[in-house]
């Protein structure tokens, strides 16, 4: 079984950033030797290239060639200041958020980068407002006043303490008001941004090449001059690449099986480093209440009540991730185990007695879908679980569907699916970024669940309080309210691997609060 404990070992490096800055002189300055691009391996392709379009893992892309207001430098877990010089509430009542931003700001077509364009961008994401896109993230913003070149201020509608998170997210990159069209997403691929990195080429799905922008102002230490990003269909074909030293760092979608055989002593891949880091990701399920079953909380307290967590984890992913019970982490303030106070283990004949007393006598017809290309090589194979779990029940009929990620939004954006499998990598790290992103009638699923004593109490009372240690309160109530509706069924929480081989260094830097890769910070090794 997984050891989460194993110290480093000649094949697998899991290592803790103080040990390893502690024992190794390896950082260099801002100006590295170029010795080539790194290049990088994922099985997370984005979306989009556009910051209004998405909520979703073209975050990774972002936070590398577009800024923010604030950001996360090493080693942070609050905002920090980056295309901003400071921020700040200005009022008692964290209704007035002002921002200053760094003098000399530009973007990459030498665009001057001023409060005119943070504003446009704020005003873009809302205009525009994709459907289960970052317009979500502001629902507490009332109107952004620019009333000098660098002088932003954020005028909110009600209180929010944790407003400085959002504007840290990628999906507030500040765009060009020249570059990027007021109404409508831009096409193609010519992206203009403010980031570390410009993106030099970009082929959909396939490789987005990165190379240092000379204009970029903020924090970010660069410690390579280039980075190029491929796009897997699967861990197999990443891994091998690794291998082939065709790729210097696999980053998302390792399969369990790799991840395994990486940290196996008999392992033959002496020359690569694997780095465990904790997760705060999630997995779950989505019931739409469009559909005639899954609209029937019967159905979905049937399901709950049969889904067997722990099998899930072991035979699926094989111990490299774990049983969940709630839709907030374990690691996070507020944290419960809901589902299992509520339902226990899985039991058969409580199911069955769910549904006899909500008058259903027969099999319930239900199609779950996945994605095929986006969580990892195994999210076939836990969905195969499930529909085994579920039929062997006698109680359900379960019919599997998938499609590629970009297909995939469209679908569950338009309300086609009854029952689909998500995945979620935090905006931000705090309780509310797993319980406020998908409730309301906007949210991030596209799946409108109005639930109005979380969005009309728990979370405004929770928006008051700025040391959030204070809304543990608030935030085990809404979460009872999602295991009472059933609504969302989270499956298990995942853990950050990196794999990488053993020249390249910084891999234990490289993830922000909300596990998205810095790429900055990874680097080839000069000196130990």
Not at 327 to 336: D, E
Not at 469 to 474: D, G, L, T
Request: glycine share 8%; aromatic share 10%.
């Amino acid at each position: 079984m997984f050891n989460r404990n194993r110290c480093l070992r000649r094949v697998a490096a899991i290592a803790s950033i103080s040990a390893l800055l502690a024992g190794c002189g390896v950082l260099s300055s801002d100006t590295p030797e170029d010795e080539g691009p790194i290049v990088l391996g994922t099985t997370s392709a984005p979306s989009t290239l556009d910051p209004a379009a998405s909520w979703d893992s073209s975050w990774e892309l972002f936070r590398n060639i577009y800024q923010t207001l604030l950001s996360y430098p090493t080693g942070a877990s609050t905002p920090q200041p980056d295309a901003a010089e400071q921020c700040g509430f200005s009022d008692a009542s964290n209704q007035v958020y002002r921002c200053e931003l760094r003098e000399g700001l530009k973007f990459s077509n030498g665009d001057a980068l001023d409060a005119r364009a943070v504003k446009y961008s704020f005003d873009r994401i809302r205009k525009i407002n994709v459907n289960g896109g970052p317009a979500g993230l502001l629902g507490s913003l009332e109107r952004v006043q620019a009333p000098n070149d660098r002088e932003v201020i954020f005028h909110l509608n009600k209180p929010d303490a944790t407003f400085p998170f959002v504007l840290a997210t990628p999906a507030m990159s500040i765009v060009s008001p020249e570059a990027y069209p007021e109404n409508s997403l831009i096409k193609g691929s010519d992206v203009v941004g403010s980031g570390p990195y410009s993106l030099d080429s970009y082929s959909d799905g396939k490789e987005a090449v990165l190379v240092r922008n000379d204009s970029y102002k903020g924090y970010a230490e660069r410690r390579n001059n280039a980075v190029t990003v491929r796009y897997y269909q699967d861990s197999a074909t990443m891994v091998k690449a690794l291998r082939d030293e065709k790729i210097d760092v696999t980053y998302r979608g390792l399969a369990a099986g790799d991840v395994v055989e990486l940290q196996s002593k008999s392992s033959k891949d002496e020359e690569i480093q694997l780095v465990e880091g904790t997760g705060t990701d999630i997995n779950y399920l989505v019931f739409n209440p469009k559909d005639s079953w899954a609209n029937k909380k019967a159905v979905r307290q049937a399901i709950a009540q049969i889904v067997d967590r722990a099998a899930i984890a072991h035979k699926v992913y094989k111990d490299t991730v774990d049983p969940l019970y709630s839709m907030v982490p374990k690691g996070l303030t507020g944290h419960t185990t809901g589902f299992f106070d509520d339902y226990g283990d899985p039991d058969v004949a409580k199911a069955r007695k769910i549904l006899t007393e909500a008058g259903i006598n027969q099999r319930v017809p239900l199609t779950f879908w996945y994605t095929s290309d986006r969580y990892g090589s195994e999210t076939a194979g836990e969905f195969k679980e499930l529909k085994r779990q579920l039929e062997a029940s006698g109680l359900f009929s379960i019919s599997l569907k998938s499609r590629p990620w970009k297909t995939y939004v469209e679908g569950y954006q338009k309300g086609e699916y009854p029952v689909f499998g998500r995945g979620w990598f935090p905006d931000f790290p705090d309780a509310e970024n797993f319980i406020a992103p998908f409730v309301g009638d906007q949210n991030a699923l596209g799946t409108p669940y109005p639930a109005p004593e979380i969005t009309g109490d728990l979370l405004p009372r929770s928006r008051r309080e700025s040391d959030r240690a204070n809304v543990v309160k608030e935030f085990e109530e809404a979460q009872q309210v999602l295991v009472d509706d059933a609504r969302l069924l989270p499956l298990w929480q995942g853990r950050q691997y990196v794999a990488a081989s053993r020249d390249i260094s910084g891999a234990e830097r490289a993830m922000d609060p909300s596990t998205i890769m810095m790429l900055w910070e990874l680097h080839r090794k000069t000196a130990w």
